[in-house]
């Protein structure tokens, strides 16, 4: 098997191709595999990105650094990383897991990457795993927001709300669909004060949350642009003549009484304090 291109899309030259054979190995194949060059590179790999994190986001706390590293390591985000190497086309797998798609199925994928991180750190150094892991991450780093990053639609609808001060979301189970050993949930979320009502499925009721919690999430996104937060209450004209000292009693009375009222307002001749000769 030629290792040449899947060396060019990592980025790194091994010395010692054995490694990197054994960190394509699954224990399927054979009594040589990757599962312990998967530990260490998971170790590799959760260091860098810690270090990673500290560096670039130095106003994020302990918590918000955990939550990013937590989902930026975790098995979809490097089953993605190994789909952009095509990483599946290289892997060392047993009769049986070939024939029932082991070549495609995540948490192999994952563990594989993680194994070529192991083995790069054994070939080189730290450094060099360092490097090949930051070129993989800084450009998803780049495009992506650290406040939602690995946030559930349901943390992030219900940080929405509580950003507008409007109430929070209403979940109940609208229905269930298919036999008792596999049950598809149909969840609705309601928030009221928008008048916003959408529902979601999902195999568990928590699933279903999800899901339409999602939803919601767009829908009230939508539905707050639309109202303007800058836009102020005109105040009816007679209030505001009245703030400024202004009567507007007239303004309430008829026509015919109007002109009455003008005329009995107008100012009284000065003549009147003048003494007749």
């Given amino acids: ?3 040449s291109q899947l060396q060019s899309r990592l980025g790194y030259q091994f010395k010692n191709t054995g490694l990197l054979q054994q960190a394509l190995t699954h224990r399927s194949h054979s009594g040589v595999h990757n599962e312990r060059l998967e ?13 990673l994190l500290f560096e670039r986001y130095n106003s994020q706390d302990e918590g918000d650094l955990s939550r990013l590293r937590a989902n930026l390591v975790k098995q979809q985000a490097l089953f993605e990383i190994a789909q952009s190497i095509n990483l599946s086309q290289y892997l060392r797998l047993g009769e049986g897991e070939l024939k029932s798609g082991g070549f495609r199925r995540p948490s192999i994928l ?3 990457f993680e194994a070529l991180l192991g083995a790069i750190y054994l070939d080189a150094d730290f450094s060099s795993a360092a490097k090949v892991i930051h070129n993989f991450y800084i450009p998803r780093l780049d495009s992506v927001d650290p406040q939602s990053l690995g946030k559930d639609a349901k943390t992030l609808l219900q940080e929405y709300l509580q950003s ?3 109430a929070l979301p209403q979940y ?3 229905a269930t669909h298919g036999a008792a050993h596999n049950q598809e949930f149909e969840i609705e979320c ?3 004060k928008l008048d916003i009502r959408v529902s979601g499925r999902g195999g568990s009721r928590r699933a279903g ?3 339409a919690a999602k939803l919601a999430l767009e829908a009230v996104q939508k539905a707050t642009l639309k109202m303007s937060p800058n836009a102020k209450k005109v105040k009816p004209r007679a209030t505001q003549l009245k703030l400024l000292g202004i009567s507007t009693l007239q303004d309430d009375l008829p026509p ?3 002109s009455e009222a003008r005329h009995d307002n107008k100012p009284m001749s000065t003549d009147s304090g003048k003494s007749k000769q």
């Fill in 164 to 166: 507008k001060k409007i």
């Fill in 39 to 51: 530990f260490l590179g998971d170790s590799v790999l959760n260091c860098v990105i810690a270090a």
């Fill in 110 to 112: 994952a563990d594989t």
């Fill in 172 to 174: 109940q189970v609208a």
């Fill in 1 to 3: 098997m030629d290792l």
């Fill in 209 to 211: 949350e999800q899901a």
């Fill in 256 to 258: 015919t009484e109007r």
């Fill in 190 to 192: 309601i928030v009221p």
